[in-house]
């Protein structure tokens, strides 16, 4: 099984800030990799697809990068509403997924 | 607009099999670039993907979870259908359905059901 591992676990950050999260795969994934965002009591939200293609919708200040087994989701500029859990999420091995452990991001 | 929503029992007893039907609306479920899948979140814990179904009836399945897990599909309904056997208080969460897009990502989620098992 391939296994997705995310740091930090949590962040503290201001509004403003530019933020950087972390998605290491335990094999190489090439691309297959996916974002998403869940604020408190709802569903998920996809953020990003193949490692960097921004999905219908989502804000220009997120951003993802990486291939093989390294991967970044960015975001520029923090705003209010970008407090929340964020997952990555392989599809390498599809329709077999595996998602990362998620990463809070919470107020300084 | 493909929207999906879960359904079915929020309290289950132990030992007992949870059942969760999803409903899809706004798309057909025999779309040829999607698969339709389980994922759930137990209460202050991460995703944890259950298993995948096709149209044809195809099917994926955690291995963790593998040997009590079932998952279905009725294109007449354009439902599909989740069976876990022998739960316990670990499978308590919220079950989530969503499909899988042509670019391989979960693209809509229904909006989650909560499931407690309690006796």
């Known amino acids: 099984d391939i296994q997705m591992t995310q740091s930090p676990s949590s962040l503290s950050a201001s509004v403003g800030d530019r933020v950087t999260i972390t998605c290491r795969a335990s094999?190489?994934?090439?691309?297959?990799l996916n974002w998403y965002q869940q604020k408190p009591g709802k569903a998920p939200q996809l953020l990003i697809y193949v490692a960097s293609s921004l999905q219908s919708g989502v804000p220009s200040r997120f951003s993802g990068s990486g291939s093989g087994t390294d991967f970044t989701l960015t975001i520029t500029s923090l705003q209010p509403e970008d407090f929340a859990t964020y997952y990555c999420q392989q599809s390498f091995n599809t329709p077999r997924l595996t998602f990362g452990g998620g990463t809070r991001v919470d107020v300084k | 607009q493909l929207q999906l929503q879960e359904s079915g029992p929020g309290l289950v007893k132990p030992s007992e099999t949870l059942s969760l039907t999803c409903t899809v609306s706004g798309g057909s479920i025999s779309s040829s670039s999607s698969y339709w899948g389980w994922i759930r979140q137990p209460p202050g814990k991460g995703l944890e993907w259950i298993g995948s179904v096709y149209y044809s009836g195809s099917t994926y399945y955690n291995p963790s979870l593998k040997s009590r897990v079932t998952i279905s599909v009725d294109t007449s309904k354009n439902q599909f259908s989740l069976k876990l056997n022998s739960v316990t208080a670990a499978d308590t969460a919220v079950y989530y359905c969503a499909r899988r897009n042509a670019y391989y990502a979960m693209d809509v989620w229904g909006q989650g059901t909560t499931v407690t098992v309690s006796s």
């Open positions: 094999q190489s994934i090439s691309n297959s």
